[in-house]
């Protein structure tokens, strides 16, 4: 097995929004915001070859939405999703799976694309088993009021109409081991319904995939939950439960949304569970 990190690009969300109750004095510290209350974002994904798979976990944004539509996220720098898989030798129809934690939009985007007249959408990924879960699928389809903005149809419903959409079955389970793409996943349900976070063994090592469950180093304090979450006090029970396995484990927590920290290990200490050390992907596993 070969991991790769996969940049699909940066933007900017409020800091209000990501750090929910806890002031902007506070959040400021870790995550300083721009002029206009923005901090920086990162959509970095993680493609693992293993075999004759190519699984991408998760997709960004995508670039089909409207020039308004991504004025509202500000984006920046020079990372896309095609130039990043051509940088680890690969092509998006090399992708025999694209798994999705879940299917807000900066997580799934990219999986779907305008067709080539632009009269309809189709798979990014031609060749791509799409995976997600029926429980969030159906969340994401018949969205509450709270997340319907974060659920566009134009990033869903065309993996169904496809015919390559497929449910990993999480019947009564808070984790399993999936034989169908060959790592562990954890389900949480405090961001969304049924969110899924991939433990990958590697190279001696437990890596996590930890998508919105932990965006950035300076949401590990307990209290620090994004405003987006619909279940904010799940989430802080889910939380403390995965922070505290993190330490026990060992785990090195990739961080989908931290725009200048890829990785990241924990430790426990008096006031609750802190960062321990940073590494870029490369130091750690070269």
Not at 19 to 30: A, D, H, L, Q
Not at 95 to 111: E, P, Q, R
Not at 137 to 160: C, T
Not at 238 to 261: C, G, P, Q, R, S
């Given at each position: ?38 901090i920086d974002m990162a959509a970095r994904c993680l493609l ?47 992708i025999t799976d694209v798994f999705m934690t879940h299917l ?183």
């Amino acid at each position: 097995m070969t991991l790769y990190p996969i940049e699909s690009g940066n933007f900017k969300l409020d800091g209000g929004a990501m750090f929910g109750v806890v002031p902007k004095s506070i959040w400021n510290r870790t995550n300083p915001a721009d002029a206009n209350n923005m901090i920086d974002m990162a959509a970095r994904c993680l493609l693992i070859e293993d075999g004759n798979r190519l699984i991408l976990i998760d997709t960004g944004m995508g670039n089909k939405q409207s020039e308004k539509f991504f004025g509202y996220y500000y984006m920046w720098g020079d990372h896309n999703l095609d130039r990043s898989l051509k940088e680890a030798g690969f092509h998006r129809d090399d992708i025999t799976d694209v798994f999705m934690t879940h299917l807000h939009f900066d997580h799934c985007g990219g999986s779907i694309q305008w067709n080539n007249d632009r009269t309809g959408y189709e798979p990014a990924f031609k060749n791509a088993a799409f995976w997600t879960n029926k429980d969030h699928w159906e969340w994401a389809v018949k969205p509450n009021a709270r997340e319907k903005a974060s659920f566009l149809p134009e990033n869903i419903l065309p993996m169904e109409e496809s015919g390559q959409l497929n449910f990993i079955d999480n019947t009564g389970k808070s984790y399993l081991e999936s034989s169908e793409l060959g790592f562990g996943i954890l389900f949480v349900d405090g961001h969304t319904d049924k969110q899924m976070i991939p433990h990958i063994s590697y190279k001696g090592k437990k890596l996590v995939f930890a998508a919105d469950l932990l965006p950035t180093t300076g949401h590990i304090p307990l209290p620090y939950v994004m405003g987006y979450d619909t279940r904010p006090l799940l989430t802080l029970d889910e939380k403390m439960t995965f922070l505290n396995t993190a330490v026990d484990h060992d785990y090195y927590i990739f961080l989908e949304h931290d725009a200048h920290h890829e990785i990241c290990t924990l430790r426990h200490t008096e006031k609750g569970v802190r960062l321990k050390d940073t590494y870029t992907f490369e130091e750690l596993f070269k």
